[in-house]
Each structure stands twice: as C-alpha cells, then as structure tokens.
C-alpha cells in the first residue's frame, strides 16, 4: 500500500545585499510580482525616495518581475542604506532566477555598477582622544 507522491519542483533563489551595515536577504519564488520589505508592500512603502530606490532593478529588468514573489527582510543601517541593500538583493536575485543572463547582467552593470558588486566604501574609525574620525581640538595661541 505504497503511494508515490510527485512533487512539483519549484524554483526558488535566496540572495543577500549589503551596504554598510545593513544586510538584506531576499527570497525569489513564481508568482504574480508582489514584493515585501520586512512584511510592508513595495507599492505603499512610507520612505519615498527608498522606494524609488528599491523599484530601480525592477525597471531594468523589464518583465521578469511580474513573474515573481519577492520578500526581502532588511536589518541595521538607516533608511537609505537600507534601501541600497535590498536593491543589490533584488538585483542580484532576479539575476540568479534568470540563469545569469548576460545581458541581463550588462544592463545592470551599465546602470549601477554597484547593484551587483557592492559599495566598498566603509566609515573611517575614530582615533585616539578624539570626537571623530578627522576633527582634533582647537588650538588658541592668544
């Protein structure tokens, strides 16, 4: 009295994003182009200019969205930050789900190199017996 079940393979793709210390983890399935940040719809997030930030890949690469659910879960950094982050995970993700597709990746590359890569830059550490990283007490000779 065995059963075979058949499962219907689907595909699924997980990709990270960071920019400064925010961190972004994006989950790609099929589906009908819904896409979450931390639960919220894209359509109605609160941040304007994040949103426009985070809608960015998703005109590069055409139709493709339409075609997925994305979730994206953001964590540390500010608002624009963050913002940067899931951007790179979205683009890198729909990247993924399309096969690594060159001239998908061409067109992201001409339009952002850093959508793909990474922003490599990093805040300064603060120095010894100073405030920040570059401003040293005032000097008065009078």
């Known amino acids: 009295m065995s059963q075979k079940t058949k499962t219907k393979s689907v595909k699924i793709v997980i990709a990270t994003g960071k920019r400064k210390t925010s961190i972004a983890r994006a989950i790609i399935k ?23 930030k985070m809608y960015e890949p998703l005109v590069l690469v055409g139709d493709l969205w ?7 879960n953001v964590r540390g950094g500010g608002v624009v930050s ?10 890198r993700g729909l990247l993924r789900y399309a096969d690594e597709n060159e001239e998908l990746k ?17 805040t300064e550490p603060e120095k010894y017996m100073r405030y920040s990283a570059r401003r040293r007490w005032q000097k008065s000779y009078r």
């Open 30 to 52: 099929p589906g009908e182009g819904r896409i979450w940040i931390n639960g919220i719809p894209l359509e109605i997030y609160p941040v304007e200019l994040a949103r426009l």
């Open 66 to 72: 339409k075609q997925v659910d994305i979730r994206v």
């Open 82 to 91: 963050q913002a940067d982050a899931v951007r790179m995970a979205i683009a």
């Open 106 to 122: 061409k067109v992201l590359t001409e339009y952002d190199r850093y959508m793909l890569s990474g922003d490599p830059r990093r």
